[in-house]
């Protein structure tokens, strides 16, 4: 019981700082998991997060892998129920207020404020989760091909992600 209690709060904390979309949090999520309560290593967390990038569905599905590696059906429920709950009401709430024809001046200065942040918790979750690549040349030649692509708008992210995972096979095979 006690594990599920700390897979809720852990990622309910993690759901309530995290601005800047799923990605943006995966450093304090690496740090929580892996180093904090020591759920999975370093290289099983990397595996579950592009598990959860290549199932079609929203890009949190490796919350419930991650709580369904530590605790089953009830590990995975506990985790979700922790990363999709609080922001949810806190949504609900905030939402009555932007409905009004004049919303608060508050809204419009913190989603203004969100922009750095995002960019800068981006930056952070990339460079977590691309320390064990330095010095292979090979996967930093498929990052940077996969930013290329992206950012031209030449394949959307599905496309980026299966064209990666072909030529990491390639290169296994090879």
Not at 99 to 115: D, S
Not at 118 to 140: E, P, R
Request: aromatic fraction near 10%; proline fraction near 5%.
């Amino acid at each position: 019981m006690k594990v599920l209690l700390d897979l809720f709060f852990t990622f309910a904390y993690l759901d309530l700082i995290s601005i800047g979309g799923a990605l943006a949090m995966v450093p304090e999520m690496e740090r929580q998991v892996v180093t904090v309560h020591a759920w999975m290593s370093h290289q099983g967390f990397v595996d579950a997060i592009a598990l959860g990038l290549l199932v079609p569905g929203p890009n949190m599905l490796h919350v419930l892998y991650i709580g369904n590696q530590v605790a089953g059906f009830l590990g995975a429920l506990a985790a979700g129920l922790g990363m999709f709950g609080p922001t949810s009401f806190l949504l609900a709430g905030v939402a009555s207020f932007a409905a009004r024809p004049r919303p608060p001046l508050w809204i419009k200065h913190f989603h203004t404020a969100c922009g750095p942040v995002t960019i800068g918790l981006m930056t952070a979750a990339a460079w977590s989760l691309g320390q064990n690549m330095a010095g292979d040349v090979f996967s930093i030649v498929i990052c940077c091909l996969a930013a290329l692509l992206t950012a031209r708008r030449l394949l959307d992210p599905a496309g980026v992600v299966l064209l990666a995972a072909v030529l990491g096979a390639i290169r296994t095979i090879f």
